[in-house]
């Protein structure tokens, strides 16, 4: 059982460039979030998903953007990086609002 | 605003020592607190998920406490071990559209052999 996983786990860009990060999950969970993580700062909301073909913002959805196709995957964008951008990316899951939350192992981008 | 606030911002403790870490939060309209723990360049692990009409949770070692009335959270960890080294996160879940997880910044855990 893979729980929640994330692809790629480091990546180093050039301002300007675009990416993707990906997320997978096999526990059929509902919700989906991007998190991200800085010293000081602690997690922040990016953008959450409650089913399938939804998205919304969160609490720093500025130069991002994400897509849920698929019910088990939520995807990460950058158009264009930014070295504000550098930083740990988090997803994690989970079935309802009441019940345990599950995390990727993080992804570790830099932007130069 | 729904703020979740873990104090100190980092713990140093002898082996063997038992002790508490603090968690409290803002809006008592809590659904649930989850504990996790996050180790130096890796993901978060769940440790302990309790319940708003739960008071306790136990894994092992490991304590949770809840009191909605009064905010609060604590986990207490029985008999350290150097290998409870870590960072500890509490997060709060709260109702409407997003479900969102509010998190304090942690406590840095330092247990020295």
């Known amino acids: 059982n893979a729980g929640v996983t994330q692809t790629p786990k480091f990546r180093v860009l050039k301002t300007g460039q675009s990416m993707t990060l990906l997320c997978a999950q096999d526990?059929?969970?509902?919700?989906m979030y991007w998190y991200r993580q800085d010293p000081g700062m602690g997690l922040r909301l990016i953008h959450y998903?409650?089913?399938?073909?939804?998205?919304a913002k969160g609490e720093v959805p500025d130069g991002y953007n994400v897509s849920r196709l698929k019910k088990q995957n939520f995807l990460l964008g950058l158009e264009s990086a930014a070295p504000s951008q550098t930083s740990v990316y988090f997803c994690?899951?989970?079935?309802?609002?009441?019940?345990?939350?599950?995390f990727g192992q993080g992804t570790r981008l830099t932007v130069v | 605003k729904q703020e979740v606030t873990q104090i100190p911002a980092a713990l140093s403790v002898p082996e063997g020592e038992n002790l508490v870490l603090n968690c409290s939060f803002t809006d008592s309209a809590i659904y649930n607190l989850q504990w996790f723990r996050q180790d130096p360049g890796k993901g978060l692990t769940s440790l302990l998920l309790?319940?708003?009409?739960?008071r306790e949770q136990t894994s092992g070692r490991l304590n949770a406490s809840l009191d909605k009335s009064s905010g609060r959270s604590t986990l207490y960890i029985a008999a350290s071990q150097p290998g409870d080294s870590a960072t500890y996160l509490c997060?709060?879940?709260?109702?409407?559209?997003?479900?969102?997880?509010?998190f304090g910044k942690g406590t840095k855990l330092s247990v020295k052999p």
């Open positions: 309790i319940q708003s009409s739960q």
């Open positions: 526990m059929n969970h509902e919700y």
């Open positions: 997060a709060g879940s709260y109702g409407g559209s997003q479900g969102n997880l509010i």
């Open positions: 994690a899951s989970r079935s309802t609002v009441r019940t345990e939350a599950f």
């Open positions: 998903s409650v089913g399938e073909g939804t998205t």
